[in-house]
């Protein structure tokens, strides 16, 4: 059973072109294992990736290095999860 | 397990088994109004069941809804269960569903990908595609809405059998895809398509493989308007509406694209709650809530899909 344990959901803000087109590229980065749950499209739509709890370091230099904008959309993506079974499970009791 | 369907929790998430126990209940309790087609099975052998809201006539028009295409999105299927309880409720009662049904017939497919539903309840909460393996790769499975054969193959779709949005080897390659587009071919009397996803409050029309406007698209966008402003007077979410390409990204072999490739006018897709606060975990609390605003939105569709029939 695959788990999210310390992995983060990220909240992208691109303030122009260039920085849409920087995301972009990390979006596109395999190594890192992201999982876009909101692409980037254009500057007015923030991006929402799910970052591993390993490449949680990389992204935050990658985008903090180049003044990419950011928010922690969900802190621990696993600890919601665990409130949603717990409360699947009470609901089914 | 609830016995009836009025006993059915819907501010819930359940399991794939309780949905399809919801739907035989539903079936049983109101055997005049809906019957249960099985028009396939998944690549794991589950059944592809499409519930038919019908007051009788042969081929009569119809409006297509389907959930659950992207497994992950479970505020999909748990707003298909309000919605057919919604309609069994409001026909006889509510007028404007009463005219709808009188003259059309409602087709709604609750769980599109049953194999990747059940693996986000047993085995990956975050998993998008179907199951069907992949030859030559250790990743699993297909974007199922990028698999239609509409623009397939070109940008706006992977190629990796290992992206969340690998389009498969060959359009319709999927046993759940295929099987939609072989049920709608041979009913041939499919006069809308609403397909439903989550998340980011979007109602969205064709095209999403290419930046050309569709030829019904100031129709389209109009009444698209139409819906989010009568979605919105509920609890006030704002949507944004107008082509795929355009608001979201390119998308290629998408469901709505086939749908109006194949003469369907009203094919929209809804991206349901949230902005983006809990994204694929939207809290069970916000399900009755989300189901209630997009029923109007789906509502103002139908009626006018029903006034102005082709």
């Known amino acids: 059973k695959k788990t999210f344990v310390g992995d983060q959901v990220l909240r992208v803000f691109a303030k122009d072109e260039v920085q849409l087109t920087?995301?972009?590229d990390l979006s596109e980065m395999k190594q890192l294992q992201l999982d876009v749950w909101r692409g980037p499209t254009d500057v007015a739509t923030p991006m929402d990736i799910r970052v591993p709890f390993h490449s949680l370091m990389s992204v935050k230099a990658y985008l903090e290095a180049r003044d990419v904008q950011y928010t922690i959309m969900i802190k621990?993506?696993?600890?919601d999860i665990d409130k949603e079974e717990r409360q699947m499970q009470r609901s089914s009791y | 397990a609830a016995k009836t369907t009025d006993d059915f929790d819907y501010a819930n998430y359940h399991v794939l088994d309780e949905i399809y126990s919801f739907q035989d209940m539903l079936v049983a309790e109101n055997p005049t109004l809906v019957s249960k087609i099985v028009i396939g099975q998944s690549y794991e052998g589950r059944p592809l069941n499409v519930l038919k809201f019908s007051t009788g006539g042969t081929n009569r028009p119809a409006i297509w809804i389907d959930t659950g295409i992207h497994s992950r999105e479970w505020?999909?299927?748990?707003?298909?269960a309000w919605f057919a309880k919604k309609i069994v409720l409001d026909y006889g009662h509510n007028p404007a569903l009463t005219a709808i049904l009188d003259k059309m017939d409602i087709l709604l497919e609750m769980v599109v990908n049953p194999d990747g539903y059940h693996f986000t309840h047993t085995s990956n909460r975050m998993w998008r595609k179907t199951r069907k393996p992949n030859p030559g790769s250790s990743c699993v499975g297909v974007d199922p809405n990028r698999?239609?054969?509409a623009g397939f193959g070109t940008a706006g779709s992977s190629g990796n059998p290992c992206d969340e949005t690998y389009r498969g080897p060959t359009a319709h390659s999927e046993s759940e895809i295929k099987s939609i587009v072989d049920f709608m071919k041979a009913h041939g009397n499919i006069k809308a398509v609403l397909s439903i996803h989550s998340y980011s409050q979007m109602l969205l029309y064709p095209y999403g493989y290419t930046s050309t406007s569709a030829k019904d698209q100031k129709e389209l966008h109009e009444l698209a308007k139409k819906a989010i402003t009568d979605l919105a007077s509920?609890?006030?979410t704002a949507y944004r509406y107008g082509s795929m390409i355009?608001?979201?990204y390119q998308a290629s072999g998408n469901t709505i694209d086939w749908a109006y490739n194949q003469g369907i006018k009203y094919s929209y897709t809804f991206e349901l709650r949230d902005t983006g606060r809990y994204g694929f975990i939207l809290p069970a609390n916000q399900i009755i809530p989300t189901a209630k605003e997009t029923w109007l939105a789906l509502m103002a569709i139908m009626e006018h899909i029903n006034a102005n029939t082709y």
Request: net charge negative.
């Open chain 1, 22 to 24: 920087v995301i972009q």
């Open chain 1, 76 to 79: 621990d993506l696993q600890a």
């Open chain 2, 75 to 80: 505020i999909t299927p748990a707003s298909g």
């Open chain 2, 147 to 149: 698999n239609w054969d």
């Open chain 2, 234 to 236: 509920l609890y006030g």
């Open chain 2, 246 to 248: 355009n608001i979201i």
